[in-house]
């Protein structure tokens, strides 16, 4: 009775999704499709949108006779982390996101790797992000014995940070860049992990 007079899904919108592929979501519920509304557990809906590794919050909202409303907060990607097992995305939190296409993301997001790194990564891109868009030009962050990082840029040069104070050697590459130029000059390391130093390596074949 309730199905023949329209109490079945026949609408649903989803809002909030920017990476996440909505059919991921209408899968879910399109299983429920030829049940009447009041017979569908929302609670597993629930629960199985929220399983999904994009979604940071999701929320199902139901609007009588014959339409579902699901909203959603997805995480963000902020690097690519990579292990002797592939490459996975990665967020703020260090939470890993599966996403079987990543050529997307390797045009702009970095490359992290090192042991525990996902769980340092929160942290380390708070400081480099001091300076947005010096920070465009890494190409990868290491973490090295679980202690500090060495940064890589595209450009060719290593920077290697100190295990504390890190924010402080930081402000100081970014110094150097806006000063000397430091990506463009034929450097290929910079050491900062003695706080009372700064050594340089540079490229031989290139004419400084």
């Not at 023949?4 to 989803?14: C, L, S, Y």
């Not at 000063?179 to 290139?206: A, C, M, S, W």
Request: glycine share 4%; proline share 2%.
């Amino acid at each position: 009775l309730l199905i023949n007079n329209g109490f079945v899904i026949k609408n649903i919108e989803i809002k909030g999704t920017n990476y996440l592929n909505k059919n991921d979501i209408l899968d879910i519920i399109s299983s429920y499709n030829k049940i009447n509304i009041f017979s569908i557990n929302f609670q597993n809906i629930y629960k199985q949108i929220n399983n999904n590794t994009w979604v940071k919050k999701g929320f199902v909202k139901i609007v009588y006779p014959d339409t579902i409303k699901v909203f959603l907060i997805e995480k963000e990607p902020i690097a690519i982390w990579q292990d002797k097992f592939g490459n996975r995305l990665v967020s703020k939190s260090g939470a890993f996101i599966l996403e079987k296409n990543l050529n997307y993301f390797k045009n702009y997001l970095p490359i992290v790797n090192g042991n525990n790194a996902q769980k340092n990564i929160g942290s380390i891109f708070k400081i480099v992000n001091l300076n947005k868009d010096f920070a465009k030009n890494i190409w990868s962050l290491t973490f090295i014995n679980d202690r500090r990082w060495d940064i890589h840029f595209k450009q060719g040069l290593t920077v290697r940070l100190p295990h504390s104070n890190t924010r402080k050697a930081w402000q100081k590459v970014i110094y150097l860049n806006e000063n000397f130029k430091i990506l463009d000059i034929g450097l290929t390391e910079i050491d900062l992990r003695k706080p009372d130093q700064i050594l340089g390596k540079i490229n031989v074949d290139k004419n400084l």
